[in-house]
């Protein structure tokens, strides 16, 4: 096994593809890509003892490939989160470094449009659905002018957080009219996919029917930042900047479903 670093030197090209050439690198980022994940899960998922799975993510991470967050349900855990955005900039830039014209051009993804059929249904759930599940709920509605149905709710629900309707207001998204709910008024509802994007939440998450795709994405509450608004301001902008990063890249997922799907793939 070879350490890569990649760094602004003439070799980074050369870095980044023997870093992901690595097979057990590749299915950790195909994980990643799919799920916040704690070590203990990938090593079920790759059937790789701990050892070794952490080694990988430890250089997946020093390649900016991989980010870690401790868990807000238990401290001595730790997500791990794939950076997708990161790797497509890198694959871009190693295709231009070879040749200007294997640069591989920015693709924007169509999101799925209502046309006829059943549309998708998402489910965020986070602990207070005050702000997290809200927000996401709002911007997937939003950026797929509602071909997508997206739902939210909490484990112990909170009234809607005034930053959140202020962070969503700074979007173009009105979402006062929103209000909180119990997780258990969905129980018997049919989901395609469900979220989870508080680790607590995720701990206490009930199955639902037809047994859906189901996801993590770890986040702080920004509530936690302060009881002041203005001051905790700031924690709502990034998460929600994080969020919408997050909304994008499930829509090209809900796309590709949805492709295969017509296509009978």
């Known amino acids: 096994m070879c350490s890569v670093t990649i760094a602004g030197s003439e070799a980074w090209p050369l870095e980044f593809l023997q870093l992901i050439a690595d097979p057990l690198r590749w299915q950790l980022l195909d994980e990643l890509g799919r799920s916040d994940r704690r070590v203990g899960e990938l090593c079920e998922l790759v059937g790789k003892p701990q050892s070794l799975v952490s080694y990988h993510l430890r250089e997946l991470r020093t390649g900016g490939l991989v980010t870690a967050r401790q868990s807000a349900a238990d401290g001595r855990d730790t997500y791990y989160q794939g950076n997708v955005r990161r790797f497509a900039e890198l694959l871009s830039a190693s295709g231009g470094a070879l040749h200007p014209a294997v640069r591989l051009a920015s693709v924007e993804v169509n999101p799925p449009t209502a046309g006829r059929g059943r549309k998708q249904r998402v489910l965020f759930l986070c602990t207070g659905n005050s702000a997290r599940s809200q927000i996401a709920e709002a911007l997937l509605e939003h950026r797929t002018r509602r071909a997508v149905s997206a739902r939210s709710a909490g484990s112990h629900p909170k009234p809607l957080h005034p930053n959140a309707v202020r962070v969503m207001a700074e979007r173009g998204i009105d979402i006062s009219h929103q209000r909180s709910k119990h997780l258990d008024r969905f129980a018997r509802d049919r989901f395609d996919r469900v979220i989870t994007l508080c680790d607590k939440v995720r701990e206490v998450c009930p199955e639902f029917p037809g047994g859906p795709t189901t996801a993590h994405w770890s986040m702080a509450d920004p509530a936690a930042e302060s009881s002041d608004e203005d001051t905790?301001?700031?924690?709502?902008?990034?998460?929600?900047?994080?969020?919408?990063?997050?909304?994008?890249?499930?829509?090209?997922?809900?796309?590709?479903e949805k492709l295969n799907e017509r296509s009978g793939s």
Do not use: H, M, N
């Not at 905790?232 to 994008?248: H, K, L, W």
């Open 232 to 256: 905790s301001y700031p924690a709502f902008v990034r998460t929600a900047d994080e969020i919408e990063a997050r909304v994008g890249l499930l829509i090209a997922q809900l796309t590709s």
